[in-house]
């Protein structure tokens, strides 16, 4: 071994100094080799930012470990440098702050297992794979990437399943030598073993893959000296004390693999749940370089994050029937009722009329059920409408009283706030200009604001102003189509849009006779 000890790793800080190290000895004493606390991390690579299928991943882990009073860590698997994007770690944690799953551990909050960044935990992979070595489970690899390349074309010349034919496994120590004493470039390879491998899915069942007949022996540290991921996440889930993974189901493949490194060391592996895949409505597959499915696309059409966390909920059970009973289920009720015996072992579509939906739900709850959201709501429609009307500042009718009106009459009929400020919903908060419409006179318009002000005892409803407008026009010999248009331009200044009579009902009683005497006064 001494091969190993003068070698490994070259360019590296040696093992001893490792072993001696405060920070180690401090990170070994931490670290027992079971707990009964739930422990789930969510562990991103940053080489995109955040979609919904990351979202749902993380969601699922929070509510698990909450549900059982356990602990939810992030962890940033960077081990892939190549690939990495810049701001993409910061811009990870600063969605699920936005989403409201904050972690307990993390590379900004760190507790007793850190680092949580896996660039940053090096010299614990090379004492691990040091180990791994010593007692005959991890090996040398010399073979060059066109040789690599040449197995996989012979493989599927043949029809076979490309894998690695495991040739260094069978190096002898003299050739080990020769080649490192050469500088030759190599890797590091983990030794599977030939058993069949089985383990139980929280999820799936009994799952049963015979690795070693469809896998080489996988590589566990690479050329540059960093980790793969399958050897990385087993060191750091051990250290870090995770006990239950909760990951997509495209891992479970790699799942036997992990256990196989677990048993190596003689580690207790966490319990596995792999979750199955979100599909878009159309069938295929969510994609980081899918626009539309990034968290900033719903951030930026106006989906509260509670309402994103309910549309995820619709797709691929794990929750209790009791949750659909909740109007506007927040964080807690979906901890409440989350239960991993739920999920469906099948994938599911999105539905995007749902997204809609829960967001409408989202906006009920906040202005019915807390006085402080609603009054955030009335402030955050007030300042969309500053910047979506900025150049009719002076025009705009920004009084709360109003907005807070017009919020309770739109929960049923809008999907996001911004519905409230743009197109044709404007004249709810843009006075009309002055017009040159001179088909009503303004007398006509202040005896109809006078009738409307005098008979309160009439409920202001789409039916019943239609009713008062067609009796109005006919007491006054006006034809009612130009009544209608006039109307139209005096409270909105707007040649289409909703009817007439619910305009009014949306502005509401006071609104409407303001406006219909700001146009008298124009005639």
Same mark, same amino acid.
């Not at 990437?145 to 034919?165: G, M, N, S």
């Given at each position: 071994?001494?091969? &190993?000890?003068? =070698?490994?790793?070259?360019?590296? &800080?040696?093992?001893?100094?490792?072993?001696?190290?405060?920070?180690?000895?401090?990170?070994?004493? *931490?670290?027992? @080799?079971?707990?009964?606390?739930?422990?789930?991390?969510?562990?991103?690579?940053?080489?995109?930012?955040?979609?919904?299928?990351?979202?749902?991943?993380? +969601?699922?882990?929070?509510?698990?470990?909450?549900?059982?009073?356990?602990?939810?860590?992030?962890? &940033?698997?960077? =081990?892939?440098?190549?690939?990495?994007?810049?701001?993409? =770690?910061?811009?990870?944690?600063?969605?699920l702050k936005w989403a409201g799953l904050i972690p307990d551990e993390s590379p900004w909050n760190e507790g007793?297992?850190?680092?949580?960044?896996?660039?940053?935990?090096?010299?614990?992979?090379?004492?691990?794979?040091?180990?791994?070595?010593?007692?005959?489970?991890?090996?040398?690899?010399?073979? #060059?990437?066109?040789?690599?390349?040449?197995?996989?074309?012979?493989?599927?010349?043949?029809?076979?399943?490309?894998?690695?034919?495991? $040739?260094?496994?069978?190096?002898?120590?003299? !050739?080990?030598?020769?080649?490192?004493?050469?500088?030759?470039?190599?890797?590091?390879?983990?030794?599977?073993?030939?058993?069949?491998?089985?383990? !139980?899915?929280?999820?799936?069942?009994?799952?049963?893959?015979?690795?070693?007949? *469809?896998?080489?022996?996988?590589?566990?540290?690479?050329?540059?000296?960093?980790?793969?991921?399958?050897?990385?996440?087993?060191?750091?889930?051990?250290?870090?004390?995770?006990?239950?993974?909760?990951?997509?189901?495209?891992?479970?493949?790699?799942?036997?693999?992990?256990?196989?490194?677990?048993?190596?060391?003689?580690?207790?592996?966490?319990?596995?749940?792999?979750?199955?895949?979100?599909?878009?409505?159309? %069938?295929?597959?969510?994609?980081?370089?899918?626009?539309?499915?990034?968290l900033d696309h719903y951030r930026n059409i106006g989906i509260f994050p509670q309402a994103l966390l309910n549309f995820i909920t619709q797709s691929g059970g794990g929750f209790d029937r009791d949750l659909i009973?909740?109007? %506007?289920?927040?964080?807690?009720?979906?901890?409440?009722?989350?239960?991993?015996?739920?999920?469906?072992?099948?994938?599911?579509?999105?539905?995007?009329?749902?997204?809609? !939906?829960?967001?409408? /739900? @989202? &906006?009920?709850?906040?202005?019915?059920?807390?006085?402080?959201?609603?009054?955030?709501?009335?402030?955050?429609?007030?300042?969309?409408?500053?910047?979506?009307? $900025?150049?009719? +500042?002076?025009?705009?009718?920004?009084? @709360?009283?109003?907005?807070?009106?017009?919020? !309770?009459?739109?929960?049923?009929?809008?999907?996001?706030?911004?519905?409230?400020?743009?197109?044709?919903?404007?004249? +709810?908060?843009?006075?009309?200009?002055?017009?040159?419409? =001179?088909?009503?006179? %303004?007398?006509?318009? /202040?005896?109809?604001?006078? *009738?409307?002000?005098? @008979?309160?005892?009439?409920?202001?409803?789409?039916?019943?102003?239609?009713?008062?407008?067609?009796?109005?026009?006919?007491?006054?010999?006006?034809?009612?189509?130009?009544?209608?248009?006039?109307?139209?331009? #005096?409270? #909105?200044?707007?040649?289409?849009?909703?009817?007439?009579?619910?305009?009014?009902?949306?502005? %509401?009683?006071?609104?409407?006779?303001?406006?219909?005497?700001?146009?008298?006064?124009?005639?």
């Amino acid at each position: 071994m001494y091969i &190993i000890q003068n =070698t490994l790793l070259r360019n590296s &800080i040696s093992v001893r100094s490792v072993l001696q190290s405060s920070f180690f000895r401090s990170l070994c004493s *931490n670290v027992p @080799e079971s707990s009964d606390n739930v422990r789930v991390r969510f562990a991103p690579s940053p080489t995109g930012f955040m979609h919904l299928g990351g979202l749902r991943t993380a +969601l699922f882990n929070y509510l698990f470990a909450k549900s059982h009073r356990g602990k939810f860590i992030l962890r &940033i698997e960077d =081990t892939d440098q190549e690939r990495l994007v810049d701001g993409a =770690t910061e811009k990870i944690y600063q969605d699920l702050k936005w989403a409201g799953l904050i972690p307990d551990e993390s590379p900004w909050n760190e507790g007793s297992y850190g680092p949580y960044v896996q660039s940053l935990r090096y010299d614990i992979y090379k004492q691990e794979v040091k180990k791994l070595m010593e007692d005959g489970r991890a090996y040398y690899c010399f073979c #060059s990437e066109r040789r690599l390349d040449l197995l996989r074309k012979d493989a599927i010349r043949l029809r076979q399943v490309p894998k690695y034919d495991n $040739k260094c496994r069978h190096l002898t120590p003299g !050739q080990i030598a020769e080649r490192l004493a050469k500088n030759d470039k190599f890797c590091i390879r983990f030794k599977l073993d030939s058993k069949a491998d089985e383990f !139980q899915d929280l999820i799936y069942g009994k799952i049963v893959y015979f690795l070693a007949q *469809n896998e080489g022996d996988p590589v566990i540290i690479k050329s540059d000296g960093f980790p793969t991921y399958h050897f990385a996440n087993v060191v750091d889930d051990h250290y870090m004390k995770i006990t239950h993974v909760l990951r997509g189901v495209e891992w479970q493949i790699s799942t036997p693999k992990h256990i196989q490194m677990f048993q190596a060391f003689g580690w207790r592996p966490p319990q596995y749940a792999h979750l199955p895949l979100v599909m878009n409505s159309n %069938g295929s597959k969510l994609s980081k370089r899918q626009g539309d499915v990034q968290l900033d696309h719903y951030r930026n059409i106006g989906i509260f994050p509670q309402a994103l966390l309910n549309f995820i909920t619709q797709s691929g059970g794990g929750f209790d029937r009791d949750l659909i009973n909740i109007d %506007g289920p927040q964080l807690k009720d979906l901890v409440e009722n989350f239960d991993i015996k739920k999920i469906n072992a099948h994938s599911s579509r999105l539905n995007p009329d749902l997204l809609w !939906q829960c967001n409408r /739900e @989202e &906006i009920a709850y906040q202005l019915q059920h807390s006085p402080e959201q609603a009054d955030a709501l009335v402030k955050q429609v007030i300042g969309m409408l500053r910047s979506e009307h $900025k150049d009719h +500042l002076k025009n705009l009718d920004l009084d @709360e009283k109003h907005v807070r009106e017009v919020l !309770q009459w739109a929960i049923t009929r809008i999907g996001s706030l911004q519905d409230l400020v743009k197109g044709k919903l404007s004249f +709810l908060w843009v006075l009309p200009q002055r017009t040159k419409d =001179t088909t009503i006179d %303004g007398d006509v318009l /202040e005896v109809l604001a006078k *009738n409307f002000a005098s @008979e309160t005892e009439i409920p202001f409803t789409k039916a019943d102003i239609s009713n008062f407008l067609k009796a109005f026009a006919e007491r006054n010999s006006i034809a009612f189509d130009q009544f209608m248009k006039s109307l139209r331009g #005096s409270l #909105s200044g707007l040649r289409d849009g909703p009817g007439v009579a619910e305009m009014m009902e949306i502005l %509401g009683r006071d609104k409407t006779i303001e406006r219909i005497r700001l146009a008298a006064k124009r005639r």
